[in-house]
Structure formats: C-alpha cells, structure tokens
C-alpha cells in the first residue's frame, strides 16, 4: 500500500511564502521581520523531523535549501544586529538533525520489510504498492512464486536488510567517514552478489 503524504505540499507551499515574505521585508529593508520570516522558515523544515520516510526527508531537505536562499539574500543586502546574527545561527544549528537522516532509512527498510512480507503470502500487488496498471499477471504472479518456491526471495530480502542497516548505520557516522561509507554500501548495491533477475522480463 502506497504512503500518502498530502501534507508534504503544503509544508514546501509554506516554506515558499515564508520566501517570498524574507524577499519582501530585505527589499524593504526591514531586518527584524526579515530574520523572523527565515526563522519560521526553518521551523517548517523542522516539522518533518519525526517523519520516517525519505519523500519527508527530501521535502525537509528541500524547505531548509529554500531558506538557506532567503538567508543569503538578506545577508547580501542589509546589515543585520550581533542580536540578529546569534539568534539565526542558533537557529540554523537547532535545525541540524543527524537522527532525521537515520529514521528516515529505518522507516524505509520497515516499508520493504513488509513488501517482502507481502510477496511471501501472495497479498503483493503492484497496483497497491506503486500505482501501476499491472499489464502482465500471470507473469508477474509466476516469477514471484519461482522465487519464493526456490529461495531466491529470502536471499533477495537478506541481502536487502544487510544493505539497509548498513545505510543506517552509515548516517550515524560524521564526514567524512560517513560518506566513505555510504560509497561503500552504493558500489555494493550496483554490484551486488547475486542479481535477481524476475522482474525485469516481465517489464522489458
């Protein structure tokens, strides 16, 4: 079953009027309410952090960027107090969230759990897991019961969960060790040890 997220819009919808207020108050020259719109800004990203899923993560990611856009404007333009300048950095520093990054990876390694799950009992379908017309059944039904009959399917969901903790516990980690790490886990999924092949002919 597919996650809908309709809030995700109105969230970015937010940060964006939030944007376009920092623009008018710095064209303005009005550094309070400026600094007060890019604070709330942030505090819109901040929303999203208990959210565990990566399309809220990336929506977060998205709002903090669009700040950041407005931060940069108002410091180009017009001078601002040490008052100012504190109370955005602390602000800019509350907003950094290490554990979002990693609930947002665990969520997701929940979601294929339970896809595995599904594909296990029969109950997988691809209309209800992605929104698609599923055009070929019986093919899609006879590569999922050939993997499941020769073990394939445990081996695909092992290698799955290996891979997931490993990207958990790659963002527990600092720069530049996490990153090492997560191009360590991306070239083992690009070259993994057994390529599951089923899906593939079904959807040439």
């Keep these: 079953m597919r996650t809908l997220s309709p809030h995700l819009h109105y969230v970015r919808y937010g940060a964006r009027l939030l944007e376009l207020e920092a623009i008018q108050h710095t064209e303005e020259q009005q550094p309070q309410p400026a600094v007060e719109s890019v604070v709330a800004s942030l505090g819109v990203s901040q929303s999203l952090n208990q959210e565990p899923t ?30 100012q300048l504190s109370k955005l950095a602390s602000t800019i520093q509350e907003s950094e969230n290490q554990q979002a990054w990693t609930r947002a990876f665990i ?22 897991f992605y929104g698609l017309r599923d055009e070929h059944p019986f093919l899609t039904r006879f590569a999922i019961a050939v993997d499941r009959v020769t073990g394939l399917l445990e081996l695909d969901e092992r290698e799955y969960l290996d891979i997931m903790e490993r990207y958990v516990k790659a963002t527990q980690l600092l720069p530049p060790e996490s990153i090492a790490a997560f191009d360590a886990v991306n070239a083992r999924v690009k070259h993994p040890p057994r390529m599951a092949k089923p899906l593939p002919h079904v959807f040439p």
């Design 54 to 83: 990566f399309t809220s993560y990336l929506v977060r990611v998205a709002c903090q960027g669009i700040t950041l856009d407005s931060l940069e404007r108002m410091l180009n333009r017009m001078p601002l107090t040490d008052e």
């Design 107 to 128: 969520g997701e390694r929940c979601m294929g759990t339970d896809i595995f799950l599904g594909l296990r009992t029969g109950d997988f379908s691809l209309e209800g």
